[in-house]
């Protein structure tokens, strides 16, 4: 299995419901990411995680908390969004070390498009 | 500081034409670069790399791209545009001291015109 899953693919939220992205992988990567992509933009990282634990935070809001269950599962927790928030939220994995990962190179999911209303 | 540029946020070719995308960084430090493609409403696919060996690499869907130290570039090209190569391309750039970080250009995108 050489690829990220994230569910759901789309997602519609109001200003004050609790919603959580999913992302599996099943390639024994010990590295995993969100990014987040407004239309026409890179990707922004938001957040790295490295053996279940996080490791980077790129200054990213409360409303957002991301938590990773287990090697194989990273979820993004979703509260009290705003507009602005809608984008398409990418996930990634790689090997947990950065010159490997360089390497072997950088797992992307499809993403899930998030419409906040 | 590093960062990758990509000149030209739009570029459009005809069919079977030379599809050049370019992509320069600012590094001090030796990079691993990447090209990624996406299509409308999908993730990032990696189209190729360079890490080490090899200045000129081949990636899928016929593409390939030369790392130039002298000149800090890292081209796409493609000798023959085909429609279905019409998306956006990032290219990115991965630092050796700076762990697992992406660093991405702000993308190309590309139109093929029939």
């Known amino acids: 299995d050489t690829e990220v899953t994230q569910t759901p693919k789309h997602l519609v939220m109001g200003m004050t419901n609790k919603k959580s992205l999913k992302c599996e992988q099943h390639m024994g990567h010990r590295a995993m990411y969100w990014y987040k992509q407004k239309a026409k933009k890179p990707p922004e990282l938001m957040f790295v995680?490295?053996?279940?634990?996080?490791?980077i935070n790129e200054s990213v809001p409360s409303r957002f908390s991301p938590e990773c269950p287990n090697s194989s599962l990273l979820n993004l927790h979703l509260h009290a969004l705003q507009p602005e928030d809608s984008a398409l939220y990418l996930c990634?994995?790689?090997?947990?070390?950065?010159?490997?990962?360089?390497?072997?190179?950088?797992?992307f999911g499809s993403g899930t498009r998030l419409t906040v209303v | 500081a590093q960062s990758v540029t990509q000149l030209g946020s739009h570029v459009s070719v005809s069919e079977g034409a030379l599809v050049l995308l370019r992509c320069n960084y600012s590094s001090s430090v030796p990079p691993y670069l990447f090209w990624y493609v996406q299509y409308p409403n999908q993730g990032l696919q990696l189209l190729l790399k360079?890490?080490?060996?090899?200045?000129l690499v081949k990636g899928i869907n016929g593409f390939e791209a030369e790392f130039k130290k002298s000149e800090t570039s890292f081209h796409l090209t493609k000798p023959s545009a085909h429609m279905s190569d019409a998306a956006e391309y990032f290219c990115a750039v991965t630092l050796t001291n700076t762990g697992n970080q992406f660093y991405f250009g702000t993308g190309t995108s590309l139109t093929v015109i029939p």
């Open positions: 995680y490295s053996y279940e634990k996080l490791s």
């Open positions: 990634a994995s790689s090997h947990e070390h950065w010159d490997r990962a360089s390497v072997r190179g950088y797992t």
């Open positions: 360079y890490t080490t060996g090899a200045t």
